[in-house]
């Protein structure tokens, strides 16, 4: 059977091994994020983080829509999936030193990124949509190249250029915008529900992963161990929260007409998901500050970033709720509210304890979700 010509769209409908795979490498950039935030747990290094995520997480939701047009199921279009990957590896590998002289290698990685992605695309129904857009994307990629060649103020500059370039200044003209083109994608919403789905599950497995790795065994005694078991406990109450809405989310997305469709899905799998991913790697922060010293305060940052991540995670699903109608906001935004008022307990009390109590809100949350939750709520999304 001959394969389907370049101008037919191709309908993605499930997630393929190799975009699975894709996931676990680009999941590498949220733990060196943890990672590097935590060396740095101040306004400033939060601002680098935001900024590093989201130059990456542009691109990560571009190979997202590349593949619900163009799904991997050829030789040639794995091939060039995994030379994405590479990509994405080099800036993971890069991202501690990005900012400070290994910029370099992460704007290479950055920049074989951008050229896979718009080669796979070049193919797509959607080419000339994609064509306006290729520019502030390569642009983008100068502008992080250029940075790893110099040194000081110019370089956090030059990255904010690229962010604004890629991110922004597009939306300011409607034609060259996700928004703008709305009427040329095609979104799959089963597929975009478990694509973002199988990335949550891998970037709370992998942060599970990390903590545990990080576990000083010298020191292992029951507080630590308790301090463990929590630091599973929690990943998996953000998990639950994710998955109890997730079906009622794609079923809302389905039923949207395709133009409000797509930009649904862009409003909340482009920026929505931005905030819970960026609530994941403030989780990991402070969880893995917790263990380390589970029978002492945690102090300001460390109970700031326990509390501040899940807070924003609950944000982000209520805000998803809000978009497709799909759910009470007051429980998501109460329990968030009651999470950051908890930090002073992490602060000057004990660390595990201010661990034990988020989690206790988190399952009461879940527990109450479960005995009000009426499918009948289900309204069909037609908010952007």
Known sequence: MRPPPA????AADRVTPVELFFDVVFVLTTIQLAQLLEADLTWTGLGRVVLIFGLLWYLYTGYVWLTNHV?????????????????????AVA???????G????GSGYLIVVLVHLTLFARSSVRASVRRLAPYNLSAAVLVLAAGLLTGPAVPALWTAAVLVQSVLPYLTPRHSWIGMAASFQVSAAYFVERHGLLLIVALG?????????????????????????????????????????????????DAPPATRTRLTAHTYVFGHFVLLLGVILTATGLHAVVAHPDEPAGWPTALALAGGPALFLTGMADARRTFGTGRLTGRLAVAALILLSTPIGATVNAVLHLALVTAL????????RRHHDPAEVKPAART
């Open 206 to 254: 992998e942060t599970v992963i990390a903590i545990g790795m990080g576990v000083p065994l010298d020191h292992l005694g029951p507080d630590t161990a308790g301090a463990v078991v929590l630091a599973l406990a929690l990943p998996a109450a953000l998990w639950w929260t994710y998955f109890t809405d997730a079906p009622r989310t794609e079923h809302a997305l389905a």
């Open 103 to 106: 910029g370099l290698i992460f």
């Open 7 to 10: 101008d037919r769209p191709e």
């Open 362 to 369: 988190l399952t009461v949350m879940l527990v109450a979700d």
């Open 71 to 91: 799904p991997p199921r050829r030789t040639g279009r794995k091939l060039l999936i995994f030379a994405g990957m590479a990509g994405f590896l080099l800036t």
């Open 95 to 101: 991202l501690p030193d990005a900012l400070h002289g």
